[in-house]
């Protein structure tokens, strides 16, 4: 990975995690440049990045300060990606829990989709996302599992960032999602996970998600009550 990557993906991070919260002024480029042991122009390159991408504004006699805005559709800032925002258009920080991990055949759509050899099984995870201690969305994903070898089997030891950790450990990194949206009721896992009661709403964000090579990596369906979020998708 380029140098300038890096560290946009360290301040995007940081950003993202909330240790730079809105309105935050940025140390200088020096600084910076020293903090990550790069060249000035390195970091220059990562901070125009990320302006272009909307997480940072450059202001006159001021410096670089954080937006307070994300464009989680963009996907040159993955490592944290959740479309839903807050009502007012706010940047939320979801947290992920996994609650199931199983591997077994794949049923003859999903083998189609993710071009998957014979013999090959596929790797599920269940997991639910939640804002502020309430579930908010519940997420259905499948991958080759023959692509993702040493994957954790156990709940407990997924890593909350699975793009990210696609990155590191595997080199695979999310370039391009194709996205289908609908709404629907809440079916019973719905009620369940989501904590609703019927009858109810949900909106539904089926998606396969491409590698830098094109390769369908990862089939999601996402599962989300919108009564305190809504959908964002930005096209940059």
């Not at 202001?59 to 937006?67: E, N, Y």
């Not at 023959?146 to 407990?156: E, K």
Request: hydrophobic residues 40%; glycine residues 8%.
């Amino acid at each position: 990975m380029p140098l300038y990557e890096l560290v946009k993906r360290h301040v995007s991070e940081a950003i993202l995690f909330g240790h730079w919260p809105p309105g935050t002024l940025l140390p200088s480029e020096v600084a910076l440049a020293q903090n990550f042991g790069v060249a000035v122009g390195t970091v220059r390159r990562a901070l125009a990045n990320l302006t272009a991408e909307g997480l940072l504004a450059r202001r006159r006699k001021t410096g670089t300060v954080v937006t307070g805005r994300s464009p989680h559709h963009s996907l040159r800032s993955f490592f944290q990606y959740f479309r839903l925002h807050g009502l007012d258009g706010s940047l939320v920080r979801s947290h992920a829990k996994v609650i199931r991990v199983e591997r077994d055949a794949g049923t003859p759509i999903e083998r189609r989709l993710l071009e998957l050899r014979d013999g090959v099984e596929v790797l599920r995870l269940h997991r639910v996302r939640g804002v502020g201690g309430i579930p908010i969305m519940h997420d259905r994903m499948v991958a080759s599992a023959d692509r993702l070898p040493g994957f954790p089997d156990t709940p407990g030891a997924v890593p909350e960032l699975i793009y990210l950790h696609l990155l590191e450990r595997y080199g695979i990194r999310i370039s391009a999602v194709r996205e289908q949206l609908s709404a629907g009721l809440a079916d019973d896992a719905d009620l369940k996970l989501l904590d609703l009661k019927p009858p109810a709403a949900v909106l539904i964000i089926d998606e396969v998600a491409f590698d830098q090579a094109g390769a369908p990596t990862i089939l999601s369906s996402h599962r989300a009550r919108t009564d305190r979020h809504c959908y964002v998708n930005e096209v940059q």
